[in-house]
C-alpha cells in the first residue's frame, strides 16, 4: 500500500507528460500517472490539456502538434508500452470527443496496457464499457462530494474498481471508499502528505515525488 504516483512524471524538473520526466520520475515513485489523448490522425499523446495555441488536439494531427510545441514529439507520442520503464496510471481525455473517437482511443489503449497499469478516466460510462477488455487495473476520477456516493453504489458491485480522488474528499463525513484501492491526488503539502501516508491507502499522486518519498516508512 502507500504507493506514490508522480504526477505526470517529474514536473518540477522535466517537461510533464514526456518519456524522460516519467522514467526518470520511477527513481522515486512507484506508478506514474500520465494523461493520454487522441489525435485528428488517430495517434495517442501525452497531453494534460485539450488544446494546444488555441487549437483543439482532437483537430490536429501528429504533425500539426509538432509544429506547435517546442519539444520532440517523440517524447509525448505512445506508440509502444516499452517507452515507458515502469507501472503508469494512464489517465484517459475523453472530455473533446464524440462517441466514435472515445471507442477508437479505447481501442488503441487496449494494445498498450499491462497488467501492472491503473486505466482511469473522468469518464465512468467509458470505464465501465470497457472493464471487460482490460488486462489491467482500472478506476474512475472524481472530485465532487455528491460523486462519492455514485462511487461507493459502483464499488458495492465491483471488488476490482480503483478511485482516484481529489485528497480534499477524504476527509468528508460521508466517505467510506475502500482505502485499498483508493488513490488521492494532486498532495503536494507535505504534512497533508505525512497524514495521509498514515492511512492504509492505495496511492498517493504529487508533483514532487523525489521529496515526498523521503517520507516512506
Not at 488555441?54 to 502538434?65: A, D, F, P, R
Amino acid at each position: 500500500m502507500k504507493n506514490i504516483f508522480g504526477h505526470r512524471g517529474l514536473p518540477q524538473i522535466y517537461y510533464e507528460n514526456t518519456f524522460e520526466g516519467i522514467n526518470k520520475a520511477f527513481e522515486y515513485c512507484d506508478f506514474v500517472e500520465t494523461d493520454v489523448r487522441l489525435t485528428k490522425d488517430n495517434n495517442l499523446i501525452l497531453f494534460h490539456d485539450s488544446n494546444i495555441a488555441g487549437n483543439l488536439i482532437k483537430n490536429m494531427t501528429l504533425k500539426e502538434i509538432d509544429d506547435a510545441l517546442n519539444i520532440p514529439i517523440d517524447e509525448i507520442t505512445l506508440i509502444s508500452r516499452d517507452q515507458i520503464h515502469g507501472k503508469v496510471n494512464f489517465e484517459i481525455k475523453t472530455d473533446t470527443l464524440d462517441d466514435s473517437d472515445i471507442d477508437i482511443l479505447f481501442q488503441k489503449m487496449l494494445g498498450i496496457l499491462n497488467s501492472t497499469d491503473i486505466v482511469t478516466s473522468f469518464n465512468w460510462k467509458s470505464i465501465q464499457s470497457f472493464k471487460p477488455l482490460f488486462n489491467s487495473h482500472y478506476g474512475i476520477i472524481f472530485d465532487k462530494e455528491e460523486q462519492i456516493y455514485q462511487a461507493q453504489a459502483l464499488s458495492n458491485h465491483d471488488s476490482d474498481l480503483f478511485f482516484m480522488v481529489h485528497h480534499n474528499l477524504i476527509d468528508n463525513r460521508s466517505f467510506s471508499l475502500p482505502l485499498n484501492r483508493t488513490v488521492l491526488w494532486t498532495v503536494n503539502n507535505e504534512e497533508d502528505f505525512k497524514r495521509y501516508m498514515e492511512m492504509d491507502i492505495y496511492g498517493i499522486v504529487t508533483d514532487i515525488p523525489d521529496t515526498m518519498q523521503l517520507y516512506r516508512k
